[in-house]
């Protein structure tokens, strides 16, 4: 007979580990099985060399407080994100405790999140950024500077022969973090292991289907070998990356009509070179290109993964039809149906830029993209960098009432009516809001034991349900004990 399991999760990224490791907790006699089509979890967007590791908490990314031209910049989108992540930032802490996770160090690094801007228009934006920002107590430590000599003490890189007459502006959280998702991903899935959950790799599931009873018929075959099996479950999870579209699309639910996704793809410069490494320890981000969709917005980050320090700079676009590194050349195609027709026409029809800007990266040689890098690093050379390929961006694209279509950055949770499949689509600022996420999957889709759960939800995110931006003492202790737990006190 075929096994039924209370939990099947599709992907082995950080966001199925999230949700497995939350799942646990509060139902340790739940049985979960979870299964990654690659030989091993965290090979695709959770890869540390496949994304930017910034730990997001909008400290330095600026497309989440656009500027409107006056000094009404709406700070709410970035403090939701940062709230976000310091629920994220409790629940790694309580896991550290508990030994769940390794040392800190091996997953999250002290790195100071940076914004640099040139010229009037953006240094005005800047700064007027910086006096909404600095009243909010998740801000409290951000610093801002115009001064060359300032700027110079918190990333010399950014400052080392910069022509004169130029004007510039950087602001600095110094609370910053760089985390390598793939260690982490890694980290929980083992720690699942030991407890009773079945991994299996090299395994693809190739339909799922509900039955009369309300479970999930899923088949599945092996990649190596093409053994074919099936199991069922009575709540399925679909975190694949770009593919959880075509997942939901082949469940057959209603809720994911209308949706399609647009891939792209990145790369980013790298370098290990010591002396230039050793010269710049934070993350710094500036403002988009025209046209540029918001998860290339470019940056110099200092990156620690495996132990070992290296910079890298990007990303730049590239396109392929694949909605992941190792997909399929028909997955543009085949994601195509009547009901997300017409949205993706509108979208393509609605942003020129976005082609402009895609066939622009295309035709950058190696010289040209390290001259982008020369606006942020005036000194560098194009021998010390080597072009590394990041991961694949499965960008949503739904209906718009108004529009036909638009879209969408960020990430996007579907859930079934009857709340016995969900999936999440979208891209950044996903890995480092994966515990709300996932906890917003389990309220929508488990109401009724989610009462039952808050108590223990409570231990493991000890502000859970308050807001820490509405209360600077509660921001400023929160804060303080989880860099504490981290090891990543000032």
């Known amino acids: 007979m075929t096994e039924t399991v209370d939990v099947v999760l599709i992907g082995g990224g950080i966001m199925s580990a999230t949700l497995g490791t939350l799942l646990h907790e509060l139902q340790p006699d739940w049985k979960i099985v979870a299964f990654e089509r690659l030989s091993d979890v965290a090979q695709e967007s959770s890869n540390p060399w496949n994304n930017a590791g910034t730990g997001h908490a909008a400290l330095c990314e600026l497309n989440y407080m656009p500027d409107t031209g006056g000094d009404d910049i709406d700070p709410a989108k970035a403090v939701g994100i940062n709230e976000q992540f310091q629920l994220s930032r409790q629940l790694w802490s309580t896991l550290v405790e508990r030994g769940v996770l390794d040392e800190p160090s091996t997953f999250i690094n002290a790195t100071p999140h940076m914004t640099f801007v040139q010229g009037e228009k953006d240094v005005d934006y800047l700064r007027r950024r910086y006096e909404v920002l600095k009243k909010q107590p998740l801000f409290a430590g951000i610093e801002y500077s115009e001064d060359s000599r300032v700027i110079n003490q918190w990333a010399p890189l950014l400052m080392q022969k910069r022509l004169k007459g130029t004007k510039f502006a950087a602001t600095r959280v110094p609370a910053g973090t760089d985390v390598d998702f793939g260690a982490l991903t890694h980290q929980l899935f083992d720690h699942l292991q030991k407890h009773g959950t079945t991994v299996y790799k090299n395994r693809e599931v190739r339909s799922l289907k509900q039955q009369k009873d309300g479970t999930w018929r899923l088949k599945y075959r092996d990649t190596i070998g093409s053994t074919p099996g099936e199991i069922k479950a009575r709540f399925v999870f679909v975190g694949a990356g770009g593919w959880a579209l075509k997942m939901l699309q082949r469940s057959g639910i209603p809720e994911i009509k209308g949706y399609g996704v647009f891939p792209i793809g990145g790369q980013f410069l790298k370098t ?219």
């Open 272 to 490: 290990t070179n010591p002396k230039i490494v050793a010269q710049h320890k934070a993350k710094v981000y500036s403002q988009a290109s025209v046209g540029a969709p918001p998860m290339s917005v470019p940056h110099l980050d200092a990156r620690v993964v495996d132990g070992e320090s290296s910079l890298l700079f990007g990303p730049f676009a590239t396109f392929s039809p694949k909605f992941l590194k190792q997909g399929s050349l028909l997955d543009i195609v085949t994601q195509v149906r009547p009901h997300n027709l017409w949205p993706m026409l509108r979208v393509a029809f609605a942003n020129p830029d976005l082609i402009t800007y895609l066939v622009g990266e295309l035709m950058k040689n190696h010289h040209k993209k390290v001259d982008s890098l020369r606006t942020f690093m005036p000194t560098a050379k194009d021998e010390d960098w080597t072009l590394i390929q990041a991961g694949q961006r499965a960008q949503v694209m739904k209906k718009d009432a108004k529009k036909g279509g638009v879209l969408q950055f960020g990430t996007e949770v579907i859930t079934a009516k009857d709340g016995t499949i969900a999936g999440l689509l979208g891209a950044s600022p996903g890995a480092s809001t994966a515990v709300p996420i996932m906890l917003d999957v389990l309220q929508r889709c488990f109401p009724e034991q989610y009462k039952g759960w808050e108590s223990a939800i409570e231990e493991l995110i000890p502000t859970y349900g308050t807001k820490l931006n509405t209360d600077p003492a509660a921001a400023q202790a929160s804060m303080a004990a989880t860099a504490g737990v981290l090891g990543i006190s000032e």
